[in-house]
């Protein structure tokens, strides 16, 4: 059938095992489409699909009914999996996934392949409470995908972030556990710890990997019995969050050295998502770039700025070893030197790998005469240069060079640089 009315009759008048549903069709749109033929044909297996990149749509499907979606155009192979995997869910018994509001939250910027198929993970995770474990390099948006996981989920709680790397292993108990009053010195409270204060929402592990061996059997424990014990009581508290832990690290390669516990691993591991670096979907970075310099002019209440194609390139041709966290703080610096809203390739500062030139290709937009200074002077200059633009707003001076205040104040009084207006 090529149209709803019609899809929708041929599914009253004879059984039906699978349906591939189109969103777009001539009278109609598959999502309207979805309920009704689930109505008549609970037991069919749907697959959306769309060539739309829209995650809200996705997710919409997913708690309509629909076992899975795919992206056009097509691939055999790929459509094929995905058929095979709907039909085996089929012969479970399917979840009743009512219609829910979604939040409106910004979506994941990129079109690349890879991009797409996080989108659907975030969109199978949002409508599941299974435990999530997100890998990516650093910078590549872990705590992003974290968070539009729990935003577009049916979690009322909040989303409570913890890095497991930020804090030592003596404090990290008490801040995910809780501690009693007396448990310790300097504990002259009663104080819930991260997995009850975030109640029904979802608590963040990030840096999973660092976890020193002792809170990996205790986490383990929390999400076997979803019950916690605080440091120094006796009491089971029942716990309600769901969790979605993040790492740079390859946690089943860490337990094979024993460095990390692999039932650990799994219990995180339920669904997996797997974050692509920027150097792997360069066609990305144009979507990127525009989407990061209209946030920092918002920021920053300066007019939107545009790229030349020279920079445009060399953005594109850069490795990024530290993925979008880096386009943005480059991207954000170009802001502050580009004075007329143009930004060319002598504005773009990348961070120099070690060795030598970008794998990528030979360094741009870099000053030959700066070989030929120190950089102490370097730093006093473009320090000046950033704090002019700023008209002498430390904070955002601070933003932009990516230092703290006390690092900027000593950088002033190191370089006897001085204040606009002062």
């Given amino acids: 059938a090529t149209r709803c009315e019609a899809g929708l009759a041929l599914a009253t008048s004879q059984a039906i095992d699978l349906v591939l549903l189109d969103q777009q069709l001539p009278d109609g749109e598959g999502i309207d489409l979805l309920p009704k033929l689930l109505e008549v044909r609970p037991d069919a297996a749907v697959v959306m699909m769309t060539g739309q990149h829209d995650l809200e749509l996705a997710i919409l499907a997913i708690r309509r009914g629909a076992r899975d979606f795919v992206h056009k155009p097509l691939k055999p192979g790929s459509l094929q999996a995905t058929v095979d995997k709907a039909l085996a869910q089929r012969a479970d018994s399917p979840d009743d996934q009512p219609e829910q509001p979604t939040a409106p939250v910004r979506d994941l910027i990129g079109r690349s392949e890879a991009m797409l198929e996080v989108s659907k993970q975030i969109a199978l995770s949002a409508t599941s409470s299974a435990t999530v474990l997100i890998h990516g390099e650093s910078g590549t948006g872990k705590e992003v995908v974290a968070r539009l996981i729990h935003q577009h989920s049916n979690r009322k709680g909040p989303f409570v972030a913890v890095n497991c790397a930020a804090i030592v292993d003596t404090l990290l108990e008490s801040e995910l556990f809780g501690h009693e009053k007396g448990a310790f010195t300097g504990a002259d409270k009663t104080k819930p710890g991260k997995f009850e204060l975030a109640g029904d929402g979802t608590l963040f592990l990030d840096e999973i990997a660092e976890l020193a061996p002792p809170l990996q059997a205790k986490l383990l424990r929390a999400l076997q019995e979803r019950t916690v014990e605080r440091v120094g009581g006796t009491a089971s508290i029942p716990v309600n969050a769901r969790i979605v832990a993040a790492t740079h690290q390859d946690l089943f390669a860490r337990a094979q050295a024993g460095g990390f516990r692999e039932d650990l691993a799994y219990r995180l591991n339920v669904i997996g998502i797997e974050l692509p670096p920027l150097r792997a979907r360069p066609d990305d970075i144009p979507l990127l770039a525009v989407a990061l310099l209209d ?123 001085s204040l606009p207006g002062r």
């Fill in 295 to 417: 946030k920092a002019a918002r920021h920053n209440g300066q007019p939107p700025a545009r790229l030349t194609a020279p920079a445009l390139d060399a953005l594109q041709r850069h490795a990024w070893p530290g993925n979008v966290r880096e386009l943005e703080n480059i991207l954000t610096q170009a802001l502050v030197l580009a004075r007329d809203g143009r930004i060319t390739v002598d504005h773009l500062r990348f961070r120099q790998p070690a060795g030598g030139q970008s794998p990528a290709g030979p360094q741009v937009g870099v000053d030959e005469a700066l070989v030929l200074r120190t950089l102490d002077e370097v730093e006093a200059e473009h320090i000046q240069r950033v704090l002019d633009h700023t008209g002498g707003h430390k904070g955002r001076t601070c933003e932009v060079l990516g230092i703290s205040r006390p690092a900027l104040d000593r950088k002033i009084q190191k370089y006897g640089l």
